[in-house]
C-alpha cells in the first residue's frame, strides 16, 4: 500500500493495487486526497503493453466523461486489453455502455422509454408494495443484515419484473453480475468470469427463445420484437443489452441504500434532521450519492488518440479511469465535501456519470432509494447499527463497485 501525505514525492506510477486492497478500501478519500495535490491526473502501472490513468479531480474527470476522443468501445483499447476482455466470449462488451455513437445511440433509444420519468413514477406504488413486504419479514425479528433482507432483493426485484425473468433466479443473477464485473486479473477470476459469461448467456438465449415462442409484456419481448421485425439490433447485442440491463438494475441501488444507511446511521445530527424533515429526502439521496456513491470509479474509456488531461500526455490507446468518488469529495467542487450534509444545495455530483452516458437507469435509483430510506424511518424509527463501525468492512475485489460486504442494523 502506498501511503501519500503532503509533501511525499508520488511514486512515477500508482501500482494496480492501489485501488483493491483493504486499507484503501477503508478509506480511499484520504488516498484521493493527497493524490490530488499531487495532480489532477496519475499514470497507473498495469501489465506491459497498456498504458493507463487515473482522473482524481472534478474538473477534469467530468470533462472527460463526455469527451469524444475518450471511446466506450473495448476494442479501441489497447490489444493486451482486449485479449483480457475477450477471455471467454464476453456478454457485457456489446451494449450501450461500451459503445459510441451513432451504436450507442441507437441501443439506448432502444431501452430509454422503459425508463423515462413518468414511466418510473407509475412503478412507484410497486416499489412501496415490495419494500414494505421486505420490512414486514425484517420488522418481526427486531435485527437484520439489511443488504442481504432488504437493499438486494428491492432492486433486484423489480428489474426482474421490468426485464420478465423470474425473481427466484436471483441468486444466481447475483453471482453472475459479480463475477462479470470483477476484473479477471487472475487465474481464478478468470476461470470463473468464463463461467459466469457462459451461464448468463445461455440463461437469456433461452429466455429470448421461450419469448420468440411466446411473446410477453415485458422489456424481454419488447428487445426480441425490435430484433426480429425491426432489425434494429443483432443477437450479440440484444444478449449482452439484457446482461447489462439486469447488472446495472440492481447493483448500484443495492450500495446506494446500503452506503446511504451506514452514511445516515454514523451521523445523528443528520438522521434527525431526516426524520424530523421528512421532505428533505430527495436532497439527502443526492447526498448520500455524493458523499458515498455506489460506483466509485467509472468504466474505462480508451483515448482514440494521443491527447492531453491537466497537461498530461495520453498516448492513443491508452486506458483512462476517471474516479468518481473522488470528484464528488473535491473541495474545488464541492464546499467542505467530507462533511455529510443532506441541506446540500446545487448539489452537481457525478455519481451517475456524466454526459451521453449518464446511467439511464437513474430515475428508477432514485425512486427505488426514495421509498426505501423513507419507509425504513417512518416505519423502524429506531434503527441502528447492529455492530460496531470498526467491525464493517467493504468490498475489495478490484471491481468498480463502491459497497459494504454486510449491514448489521437492529430496531
Known amino acids: 500500500m502506498i501511503h501519500l501525505t503532503e509533501g511525499d514525492r508520488m511514486p512515477e506510477k500508482l501500482p494496480v493495487e492501489f485501488v483493491w486492497n483493504p486499507e484503501f478500501g477503508r478509506d480511499p478519500y484520504a488516498a484521493y486526497a493527497a493524490l490530488r495535490k499531487k495532480g489532477p491526473v496519475h499514470p497507473i502501472e498495469f501489465p506491459p503493453g497498456v498504458e493507463a490513468f487515473l482522473v482524481v479531480d472534478y474538473e477534469h474527470g467530468r470533462r472527460a466523461l463526455n ?61 412501496q408494495e415490495i419494500t414494505d413486504r421486505l420490512i414486514d419479514a425484517m420488522a418481526v425479528k427486531g435485527h437484520a443484515e439489511l443488504l442481504d433482507d432488504f437493499a438486494f432483493p428491492l432492486p433486484i426485484t423489480v428489474i426482474c419484473e421490468l426485464l420478465g425473468v423470474p425473481v427466484e433466479d436471483r441468486d444466481d443473477f447475483r453471482r453472475w453480475s459479480t463475477a462479470l464485473i470483477t476484473p479477471p486479473f487472475d487465474d481464478e477470476q478468470i476461470l470463473l468470469r468464463v463461467e459466469a459469461n457462459a451461464a448468463i448467456r445461455a440463461y437469456f438465449l433461452r429466455t429470448i427463445a421461450g419469448r420468440r415462442a411466446e411473446p410477453r409484456d415485458d422489456m424481454i419481448s419488447a428487445l426480441v420484437l425490435a430484433r426480429d421485425e425491426e432489425e434494429l439490433l443483432s443477437e450479440e447485442e440484444l444478449v449482452s443489452t439484457l446482461t447489462l440491463l439486469l447488472i446495472a438494475g440492481h447493483e448500484t441501488t443495492v450500495n446506494l441504500i446500503g452506503n446511504g444507511m451506514l452514511a445516515l446511521l454514523s451521523d445523528p445530527g443528520q438522521l434527525r434532521l431526516l426524520r424530523e424533515q421528512p421532505e428533505l429526502l430527495p436532497s439527502a439521496i443526492e447526498e448520500f450519492l455524493r458523499y458515498e456513491g455506489p460506483v466509485e470509479r467509472a468504466t474505462f474509456r480508451f483515448s482514440t488518440a494521443d491527447m492531453e488531461i491537466a497537461g498530461v500526455h495520453i498516448p492513443k490507446r491508452s486506458l483512462v479511469h476517471v474516479s468518481l468518488g473522488a470528484a464528488d469529495r473535491d473541495p474545488g467542487a464541492f464546499d467542505d465535501p467530507d462533511t455529510l450534509d ?68 437492529r430496531f
Open 67 to 127: 469527451d469524444p476522443r475518450l471511446s466506450k468501445n473495448p476494442f479501441e483499447g489497447p490489444e493486451a486489453f482486449r485479449a483480457i476482455l475477450g477471455q471467454g466470449n464476453p456478454v457485457l462488451a456489446h451494449n450501450m455502455l461500451n459503445s459510441d455513437p451513432p451504436d450507442h445511440t441507437r441501443l439506448r433509444r432502444l431501452v430509454a422509454k422503459a425508463f423515462t420519468p413518468r414511466r418510473t413514477e407509475s412503478l412507484r406504488p410497486r416499489v
Open 342 to 409: 443532506i441541506t446540500r444545495a446545487d448539489n452537481r455530483h457525478v455519481a451517475f456519470g456524466h454526459g451521453i452516458h449518464f446511467c439511464l437507469g437513474a430515475p428508477l435509483a432514485r425512486l427505488e432509494a426514495q421509498v426505501a430510506f423513507g419507509t425504513l424511518l417512518r416505519r423502524l424509527p429506531d434503527i441502528a447499527l447492529g455492530c460496531p463501525p470498526d467491525e464493517l468492512s467493504w468490498r475489495q475485489d478490484g471491481s468498480l463497485i463502491r459497497g459494504l460486504r454486510a449491514l448489521p442494523v
